[in-house]
């Protein structure tokens, strides 16, 4: 797989998760800025728009589902990676992310390349 370019906005409350996601990233040739929730992401927004983001749901303060709706509003073109627990059964499409994953340390290729093909067809 060729070396990826571009920046990746991780969201989610825990840094541990944070960090091991912007280490494999990195290392797949990605930049990557970090925010624990969603206010915290939509700050950074304005300072410099990511290929993607990648954003848990369960967090303090503004949870991943009120980030995917804010920024499918204001930034309708950079793609959406859900990363979390649990997939449920129905999602409003107004809140539908482009990919869905489980969390687990095992998804992290298929999650890598994911996010590169995002950012391939989605070039800023």
Do not use: H
Request: proline share 9%.
């Amino acid at each position: 797989m060729p070396k990826a370019s571009g920046t990746v906005l991780l969201v989610d409350d825990d840094p541990s998760i944070r960090n091991l996601l912007a280490r494999y990233l990195e290392k797949e040739g990605f930049k990557t800025s970090q925010a624990e929730d969603g206010i915290d992401a939509l700050v950074k927004l304005r300072d410099t728009l990511p290929k993607v983001i990648v954003t848990d749901l369960q967090m303090p303060r503004m949870s991943g589902w009120e980030l995917i709706y804010v920024a499918r509003r204001r930034f309708p073109t950079i793609p959406i990676v859900v990363l979390s627990g649990s997939i449920p059964r129905e999602i409003p499409a107004e809140v539908k992310p482009d990919r869905w994953f489980e969390k687990s340390i095992n998804g992290l290729p298929d999650l890598v390349q994911a996010i590169g093909g995002l950012a391939q067809e989605r070039p800023r």
